[in-house]
């Protein structure tokens, strides 16, 4: 079994910065793909950043520039760094990670308990 801990939302001013932390841990094999979603009041969950074990990344239009995603393999953490933020980044935040259990290599898909990001104008 796999856990996801999310940590590093909160309130900040438009322009402002924060960083968010995704640690894994439980019978873990290896994390593949680490990514954070978000979903916004009303709307529908989006993909915000992802990266994968070799360290390629991937960004929503609306965040590349600003949003940089970075993992740690060796603390099997994935972290999330905004920078300029906008009134429209107000949202809950998931981290969602895909891996192999120990010992069985079953797949596996991970979603964190969400932190929310508001960003105040």
């Known amino acids: 079994q796999v856990q996801l801990v999310e940590s590093g939302g909160g309130l900040v001013q438009a322009g402002g910065s924060l960083r968010l932390s995704c640690a894994a841990s439980g019978s873990i094999f290896r994390i593949n793909h680490m990514a954070w979603y978000r979903q916004a009041p009303g709307k529908q969950r989006e993909l915000v950043a992802s990266i994968r074990s070799g360290g390629g990344t991937n960004y929503a239009a609306s965040v590349r520039g600003r949003f940089t995603i970075s993992r740690d393999n060796a603390k099997n953490t994935a972290y999330l760094q905004m920078n300029s933020l906008k009134p429209e980044d107000t949202a809950v935040y998931y981290c969602?990670?895909?891996?192999?259990?120990?010992?069985?290599?079953?797949?596996?898909?991970?979603w964190g308990q969400g932190t929310l990001v508001t960003v105040s104008s």
């Open positions: 969602n990670v895909e891996a192999l259990a120990a010992g069985t290599l079953r797949a596996l898909e991970v």
